[in-house]
């Protein structure tokens, strides 16, 4: 069972930056991040796989990065933030086989954090 805990959010001013972490326990191919503002759906923002080659959404290219550390930790560097990134921020992971490379989408992942609280301010 794979276990995942958030933790780097907080408030910040528009142009300001974030760095979320994520500690997993439990072996994954690959990682991800979403987000979730009040009453809009699950929306993918970046994933990762054992290769380290990554995916963005179109609306943090250039923007956001995601990285692997060591001891298992994910992290998602926010710079440049918008107030239209406020979200819930939930690390996810998932994958059978050190070649899959997953769509940003929801159903791709089966396992999930708690999530971390974004919020930006202008």
């Known amino acids: 069972q794979v276990q995942l805990v958030e933790s780097g959010g907080g408030s910040v001013q528009a142009g300001g930056s974030l760095r979320l972490s994520c500690a997993a326990s439990?072996?994954?191919?690959?990682m991800g991040w979403f987000r979730q503002a009040p009453e809009e759906d699950r929306e993918g923002v970046a994933a990762?796989?054992?290769?380290?080659?990554t995916r963005y959404a179109d609306s943090v290219k250039g923007r956001f990065t995601i990285s692997k550390g060591d001891a298992d930790t994910l992290y998602l560097q926010m710079n440049s933030l918008k107030s239209e990134d406020t979200a819930m921020y939930y690390c996810?992971?998932?994958?059978?086989?050190?070649?899959?490379?997953?769509?940003?989408?929801?159903?791709?992942?089966?396992?999930w954090g708690q999530g971390t609280q974004v919020t930006v301010s202008s």
């Open positions: 996810a992971a998932g994958g059978r086989s050190p070649l899959d490379e997953p769509a940003l989408l929801s159903s791709a992942f089966a396992y």
């Open positions: 439990g072996y994954t191919y690959y």
């Open positions: 990762i796989t054992w290769a380290n080659i």
